[in-house]
């Protein structure tokens, strides 16, 4: 058995937020709550008492403010790390983000990077309702200048934000908000997988299932309870939505020659159909069965538990599309 | 610190001469601009300074060379007033790969390294939150650098404004906001869009050293720059100008200007920066006979170098149209 470190998602970015404080002066973490409060997730609780106001730094209600503080300060030399509390916030923040921390590069002919790093959590489950559980990664993958991490497990919780920083360019971390208490043994041989990569995290022969995120628990249990009824589904674990594997999705698919995709964005216009369209242009001819998505419901994310759970992806669902693809001959 | 940046300005032909020259050199090249606009040189949107020169020329006089310059779509003067060439500029115009962004961003995206000229940035108040980060940077690094940043009076009813004013406030950020008020958010009067229209008071109630600056008095402008950049290198927080200006044109060459009738522009006109200092430097015998005629024959060459530049440089292959949305990376 491995040795390791059994600690939690939460645990996990905090150590690579410490990690990156200790190891490069440029980095500093600014934000809502980050500080005194220690983060609306608990997330960098501890930090200000080690690090002190000037690198943890406590921002006012200000997201396009503070956002584009980030920008600037990346612009001059720095290496930031702007923590917006819920995806939903960042709504507010989108003008920085899409109108300069993605253009600026190639807008100026080269002459500028943004090496910044957002954080910002997604997602559902917390019965927190219509502005708190929204899965918007796919419309930050869908702009060119942008990089879009997805980590979906502890070992990427750890190590993908020490990469992200290393990156010249903007990248947006997203953390779904049911992984913070996941926990899992961080082995201590752990070695960071390039974070532009996709990682098969469950090889298979008779079906793909294509996930990320907050996901990819169940779809790796869905295959679990598969394997109980002798399929072999192989799981994908896209890590990165932009730029996307795409030869790590054609292979996938070579292997296992039927796809599911399982998003908890919402169908329309979803990374889903991003990757279906993906695999019917460059993989139509390795398919035996038509791709097939497991979204949201196109419906703003309710506040009761049942109502919440019927809008998300679930492992009966899963598990009723992979059946149905499979019985395409 | 910068000795050279923060010394009080002289009233004399030798100190107000090249000010009166560097304001000709922006009108020209506008008026340039505006021609070559309709002989479809110039595509896209071209938002003329024309009216506006004092404000440019006067801050640049105020900032050293280690500063940094935010501005908005309507830039081409300060790019000029900060010592980015003109036929770069020009270039940039013409959408070719000699601009000074690689011909990529046009009249509203100057850039420029060498002179930390990070843009015109074409979404109203975008320029200020990052003004703030360049700031900030400077502060955390233990530089005494300005960051200035340009805005028009519309600006003041974004949300980003008064989120900029609170972080530079807050942080005591080596900031210089300059509003540039020219009494119109593109056709939208000041009176009718805002309930305060006193701009600086806006930046005082953050708390911000504040003031309001004849912007047509290029004089006026540059003193109230280098006291401010003074105090600014000198850990004294952000200061913020609000410059009084008008400009002459229309918002962009599309507009018919409905808004405003022509009486008004007029009345503007008579009092316009190159007029004002030109007369004045009349009056108290600082100009010689052939002063003016020097600066247009020189301004003259310089603009009909700078178009041949941009009329002769190669348009960037398409092969490249993919570069630099992200940066290159070297092997790893």
Known sequence: MTQGTEITYREAVRESIREALLGDERVFLLGEDVGRYGGCYAVTKGLLQEFGPERIRDTPLSESGFMGAGVGAALGGMRPIVEIMTVNFSLLALDQIVNN??????????????????????????????????????????????????????????????????????VIIFEHVMLYNETGIL???????PMEQAVVRR????????????SLGKVLSAASQLAGEGIEAEVLDLRCLRPLDTAAIVQTVARTHRAVVVDEGWRTGSLAGEISAIIMEQAFWQLDAP??????????????????????PQIPQILATVRQVLEHA | MNTAA????????????????????????????????TQEKIRGFLHLYIGEEAVAVGIARGLAPEDAV?????????????????????????????????????????????????????????????????????????????????????????????????LAALWQLPVLFVCENNLYAMGTALEISESEQHIYLK??????????????????????????????????????????????????????????????????????????????????????????????????????????????????????????????????
């Open chain 2, 203 to 332: 930046a005082r109630s953050y708390g911000i050293d504040a003031h309001a600056v004849d912007g047509m008095n290029v004089v006026d402008v540059e003193a109230a720059a280098r006291t401010a950049c003074s105090a600014i290198r000198e850990g004294q927080g952000p200061k913020f100008l609000e410059c009084k200006t008008y400009r002459f044109r229309g918002h962009s060459m599309f507009d018919t200007q409905l808004y405003r009738d022509k009486e008004e522009i007029e009345r503007w006109q008579k009092h316009g920066p190159i007029v004002l200092l030109q007369e004045w430097m009349q009056a108290n015998h600082m100009l010689l006979e052939n002063d003016v005629a020097a600066i247009e024959h020189r301004v003259a060459a310089e603009v009909a170098e700078a178009v041949d530049f941009a009329e002769s440089s190669a348009l960037e292959s398409e092969t490249e149209l993919d570069t630099d949305v992200y940066t290159p990376r070297r092997s790893q």
């Open chain 1, 291 to 312: 791709v097939a998505r497991v979204c949201s419901k196109e419906v703003p994310i309710p506040y009761p538990h049942h109502l919440e759970q019927a809008a998300l």
């Open chain 2, 70 to 166: 935010i501005a908005t779509y309507r830039e081409h003067g300060h790019a000029l007033a900060r010592g980015i060439s003109m036929a770069s500029v020009m270039a940039e115009m013409y959408g070719k790969v000699t601009g000074c962004s690689r011909g990529r961003g046009g009249s509203m995206h100057l850039f420029d390294e060498k002179h930390r000229f990070f843009g015109g940035n074409a979404i109203v108040a975008g320029g200020l939150p990052m003004a703030v980060g360049l700031a900030l940077a400077d502060k955390m690094r233990g530089l005494a650098r300005v960051t200035t940043c340009f805005f028009g009076e519309g600006a003041v009813a974004e949300g980003e404004f008064h989120e900029s004013m609170n």
């Open chain 1, 187 to 193: 082995p201590n041989e752990a070695q960071p997988v």
């Open chain 1, 203 to 214: 090889p298979g022969k008779d079906v793909s299932l294509i996930t990320y995120g907050g």
């Open chain 2, 6 to 37: 923060s010394d009080k300005p002289h009233i004399n032909r030798d100190h107000l001469l090249p000010m009166l020259a560097d304001m000709i050199r922006i009108r020209r090249f506008e008026e340039k601009c505006a021609e070559l606009y």
């Open chain 1, 101 to 170: 921390a993605a253009t600026i590069r190639h807008m100026s002919g080269g002459q500028f990077s943004v090496p910044l790093v957002i954080r910002m959590a997604t997602g559902a489950g917390r019965q927190l309702a219509a502005q708190h559980s929204h899965s918007f990664e796919c419309w930050y993958a869908h702009v060119p200048g942008l990089k879009v991490l997805v980590p979906g497990t502890i070992e990427d919780a750890r190590f993908m934000l020490g990469m992200a920083l290393l990156d010249p360019d903007p």
